[in-house]
């Protein structure tokens, strides 16, 4: 097979393309199929400096004729490359070629993860039996989804193996270790290599190798991009794992974005070691016994409360009984404010007030605009408040024993309360 400038030549980041095609506005190339994208200017060739998105790769990025790519991609029907690029003026070069530039940056970091990837699925195979299902790169990230395989020793992924396997990888990265692509014509020749899977294809096979040929790291089918050895790639981290449809996806990270984010998190660590005056190995148990404390507080705290809430119903229960005894409405009404309490604190002590009330009290926060409404069910809080608070743009509900209102401001909550005071007489 012919190899592509990006297979041929991965560390190129410029060269010149001749397009078989350039297709503007609604345009259409029949032997493509390729559909006219809105906003883009499309370019087919044959050959390309950029990796078509392909194997959970995205595609690379970068310049072609002085215009900024979006997408490419590979139409295997055609064998073209279908470059979608913004809208703009192509600049040729004097042979009607396309001079391009590739996002550097971006392709070394895929080259970098992809290689990581390899190294990490080959370990977790040769160590434990365990089979790679699935790979998915992200922008900075890359999940792997494996499980034992049927000749595996173990039954289940645990923490310490994938410890094990991280550490492993990044000894094959400090180990340095040659990566090669070899393309071969048959499945069959390709199949009598060490490859971690079988192939199951006749087309355009390309097989990684990284270390020696008798036995590799990883041997594996593979189209995406590679660094030529593993030290370049710096760092493996694995990050996370979790269930995923009865396997274990791993996510992990390598290269530049592995390095910039355990950058980032160092900075972090040391940011709350100076804020709890602690050493990095000691932080977990500083903050355990900081959680510790705090847990107590919390408990004193709602002890205290409780006996406060307490008290404070037995003097609404008398407050009201008062009340309706002196002004003999038909329907008892009072209101009583607490400077000191939250809404949730006012609706606990509507609880204790429960079977305690011949009418309606009014429990007014003094810390917000709320207020918590409480009877025996007779008249119905909810309804009251269902009725009445949004004339003043309050909103809230319950049930007819225990209701809340919530206002913008304490005016309107002070007139709505004027219309239930009216409104029970
Ligand atoms: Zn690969």
């Known amino acids: 097979m012919s190899k592509r400038i990006y297979q041929e030549y991965p560390y190129l980041r410029s060269a010149a393309v001749t397009p078989k095609a350039v297709l503007r506005g609604e345009e259409e190339h029949a032997a493509a199929g390729v559909r006219y994208l809105k906003g883009c200017i ?5 050959d390309s400096l950029f990796f078509p998105e392909g194997g959970g790769q995205p595609c690379d990025l970068g310049y072609m004729g002085g215009l900024r790519l979006s997408d490419v991609k590979d139409d295997k029907k055609s064998g073209l490359i279908v470059h979608r690029l913004e809208e703009g003026e192509l600049s040729f070069g004097e042979d009607r070629s396309l001079p391009c530039e590739l996002d550097w940056q971006r392709r070394f ?9 390899h190294i990490v699925s080959g370990t977790f195979l040769r160590l434990y039996g365990v ?38 990888s990044n000894e094959i990265v400090w180990e340095d270790l040659p990566v090669r692509t070899v393309y071969y014509d048959t499945r069959e020749e390709a199949n009598s290599q060490p490859v971690r899977k079988q192939i199951l294809f006749d087309e355009d096979i390309s097989v990684v190798f990284i270390g020696t040929e008798e036995e590799p790291v990883d041997c594996c089918a593979c189209c995406g991009t590679h660094v030529s050895s593993t030290g370049q790639i710096g760092l493996i981290s694995i990050q996370k794992s979790e269930n995923y449809k009865g396997m274990l996806r791993l996510t ?15 900075q972090s660590v040391l940011r709350l070691c ?28 709602y002890d205290l409360k409780k006996d406060i809430l307490a008290e404070e119903a037995g003097r609404v229960a008398e407050a009201a009984m008062a009340a309706s005894a002196s002004e ?21 002590l509507a609880h204790l007030l429960d079977g305690r009330l011949s009418g309606l009290a009014v429990l007014v926060s ?21 009725d009445y608070a949004p004339i003043y743009q309050g909103k809230g509900g319950g049930n007819p024993k225990l209701a809340r209102a919530i206002f913008k401001s304490r005016e ?14």
Do not use: W
């Open 42 to 46: 499309t370019v087919l060739s044959e």
């Open 109 to 117: 970091d895929h080259m970098q993860m992809h290689c990581a990837e």
């Open 131 to 168: 089979e790679n299902h699935g790979f998915h790169m992200g922008e900075d990230y890359m999940t792997i989804d494996m499980t034992p395989g049927e000749d595996s020793p173990v039954s289940e992924i645990t923490d310490e193996m994938i410890r094990t396997v991280e550490l492993r």
């Open 252 to 266: 992990l990270k390598a290269g530049r974005p592995a390095v910039t984010e355990a950058l980032r998190e160092q």
């Open 274 to 301: 100076r804020r709890f005056s602690a050493e990095p190995p000691e932080l977990e148990d500083k903050v355990a016994a900081y959680e510790n404390k705090n847990g107590l507080i919390r408990k004193e705290l």
């Open 328 to 348: 003999g409405r038909a329907k008892p009404f009072s209101v009583h404010e607490f400077p000191m309490l939250q809404a949730a604190d006012l609706q606990d």
């Open 366 to 386: 003094g810390k917000t605009p709320d207020a918590v409404l409480v009877s025996g069910g007779d008249p119905a809080c909810g309804s009251l408040v269902k």
């Open 412 to 425: 309107d909550l002070e007139l709505f309360i004027d219309l239930i005071d009216k409104h029970l007489r």
